[in-house]
Structure formats: structure tokens, C-alpha cells
């Protein structure tokens, strides 16, 4: 199974300020056709898991573009612009290249 | 809209089984995939499966062959995820989640396997 690991577990954020999370897998992303299957989903207390970027560096729709992903095969970041107190939640990166579809273990984003 | 509703939550006995729901309303039911996944509070999510409304074609987790099984019903649009042989590991939080990019979620079920 893909592993797939994330840093840090927990960041604390002064509202307005920036925030960037890791995602690291234990094997490549990128399919033979050219598109990277590594999702960003942000599941806030007590709700369902939603998603903001899909295939690396795609913003879901209706998602801020505060809210950016990128990265390369193995390495991907999130990064959040002017952190806001709705961004509070837990922070989950996933692969949907192959099965098993795994995440990490999440990030737990909360505010200064 | 989009809208994915779940069953409500489940108390049952270790040994037992229990069947999950997931009525959709919104989008093309039978041209799709559904996805379900599993959460123990606290920890990180786990993918259990998937199915084509079209064919009811299935791909499973294999952690969790032998213990979900995926249908759909498309005159409902609904599907359901079987659980057999329950054990106190099996409490956990299930969704469903549209497959695509798992772009809309359930609320979520919690399943508790007590005696």
C-alpha cells in the first residue's frame, strides 16, 4: 500500500498569517498521463471530510483561493493564505492513484 | 444540489451484521461511482471500497474483503454497504463519499458493536 505521511501533525496559526502543510508518499503520484493523484481534504469538528484540491494543484469548487496545492511525484504542499478561523479542522492528504486509496494521518490546524 | 444521506446511527451485538445507507439525489445515480469509507474517532480515514451503479462492478480495500460488501439499488439511488461478523473494531464513523474526487460526502453513520 501507498503510504502516505504528513507534516506537522499539529500547526497553530495566528489568524491572517500563512500556514503550509507536507505530504510525502511512499511512491509516486504521477500517472502515464500526466496527472498527479494526490488529493487535500479538510474535515472540520464533528463533520464530514471535504475536499479542496483535487490532482495536486486543483481548487475544488467553492473552496477560497486562499487554498493552494502543488508539489512534484512524491512531495506535495498545501498551503493556506491568510488563515481564517472556518479553517480549523483537521487536514487529510490522500492518494487515489491505486488501490488501496490511502491518507495520512491528518494535521490538526488550529488558531493562536 | 448534490446531496448524499446516510442511515442513522447503529448499536449492534459482536457477531451480527448491519446494512448501511447512502440515498443520493442530485446528479446521475447509475453513471456513477460510490465510495465508503471508515473512521475511528480520532484516527485518520480508511478507504473500504467502490461500485459502478451502472454494472455493480466492485472494488474492495483488501483489509476489508469478507467484511463490507457494496450494493446499489439505481430505482432508489441509493446504495449500502453490508458489514458481517461484527467485532468491537468495527465501531467506527462509515460514509459514503461520491467517487470522482470525492467531491461530496455523507454525514456519517456511527456504528457501535457492543453487547
Not at chain 2, 8 to 34: I, N, R
Not at chain 2, 56 to 73: E, H, I, P, R, S
Request: with cysteine; charged share 15%.
Amino acid at each position: 500500500d501507498i503510504v502516505m505521511t504528513q507534516a506537522p501533525l499539529s500547526v497553530s496559526v495566528t489568524p491572517g498569517e500563512s500556514a503550509s502543510i507536507s505530504c510525502r508518499s511512499s511512491k509516486s503520484l504521477l500517472h502515464s498521463n500526466g496527472i498527479t493523484y494526490v488529493y487535500w481534504y479538510l474535515q472540520k469538528p464533528g463533520k464530514s471530510p471535504q475536499l479542496l484540491i483535487y490532482r495536486m494543484s486543483n481548487l475544488a469548487s467553492g473552496v477560497p483561493d486562499r487554498f493552494s496545492g502543488s508539489g512534484s511525484e512524491t512531495d506535495f504542499t498545501l498551503k493556506i493564505s491568510r488563515v481564517e478561523a472556518e479553517d480549523v479542522g483537521i487536514y487529510y492528504c490522500g492518494q487515489l492513484l491505486e488501490n488501496p486509496y490511502t491518507f495520512g494521518a491528518g494535521t490538526k490546524l488550529e488558531l493562536k | 444540489q448534490v446531496k448524499l444521506q446516510q442511515s442513522g446511527a447503529e448499536l449492534v451485538k459482536p457477531g451480527a451484521s448491519v446494512k448501511l445507507s447512502c440515498k443520493t439525489s442530485g446528479y446521475t445515480f447509475s453513471t456513477s461511482y460510490m465510495s465508503w469509507f471508515k473512521q475511528i474517532p480520532g484516527q485518520s480515514i480508511e478507504w473500504i471500497g467502490m461500485i459502478y451503479a451502472g454494472d455493480g462492478g466492485t472494488g474492495y480495500n483488501q483489509k476489508f474483503k469478507g467484511k463490507a460488501t457494496l450494493t446499489v439499488d439505481t430505482s432508489s439511488s441509493t446504495a449500502y454497504m453490508d458489514l458481517s461478523s461484527l467485532t468491537t473494531e468495527d465501531s467506527a464513523v462509515y460514509f459514503c463519499a461520491r467517487k470522482g474526487n470525492f467531491d461530496y460526502w455523507g454525514q456519517g453513520v456511527m456504528v457501535t458493536v457492543s453487547s
